[in-house]
């Protein structure tokens, strides 16, 4: 979910993990800048911070895509598999400058060829969920 004004520019972004069915999560704001977490379903309700609610950074049983990343550190080829598809892989320098990046409808293995990066530390990301460093030497 993206959050933004008229002239396209985003204020906020959310990612939320992947569902159980029959289960909901939401965010607010306690308006002293502190994000908490809805952790009970509120059909047609109307959401506020002082009921059932979590700080952000509690540790709630929602499953997270997994995926295998190897060898890291990698010299020549990286590979990433899953179980869950993998729709977009992105690379960026520790500038944040995105150096690489596959976009496809979905498989479960890449294959992908390092060797023209220079070794340093790179920032990987794989279907917009976490982001993880990466070692090339």
């Not at 709630?60 to 590979?79: A, K, M, W």
């Not at 320098?93 to 294959?111: A, D």
Request: aromatic share 8%; proline share 5%; hydrophobic share 40%.
């Amino acid at each position: 979910m993206r959050i933004g004004y008229a002239n396209g520019a985003i204020m906020d972004s959310v990612v939320f993990p992947k569902q159980k069915a029959d289960s909901s999560y939401g965010r607010c704001d306690d308006v002293a800048g502190n994000f908490r977490i809805i952790t009970k379903p509120t059909p047609k309700a109307i959401n506020n911070c002082t009921a059932d609610t979590l700080k952000l950074n509690a540790v709630l049983d929602i499953p997270q895509e997994r995926f295998e990343v190897y060898p890291n550190p990698t010299s020549d080829y990286l590979i990433i598999s899953s179980e869950h598809l993998i729709k977009h892989i992105s690379i960026r320098n520790m500038l944040g400058s995105e150096l690489w990046n596959s976009v496809s409808e979905g498989v479960f293995y890449e294959k992908i060829d390092m060797m023209d990066f220079a070794p340093g530390v790179y920032l990987l990301q794989i279907n917009d969920g976490k982001v993880r460093k990466l070692k090339v030497e």
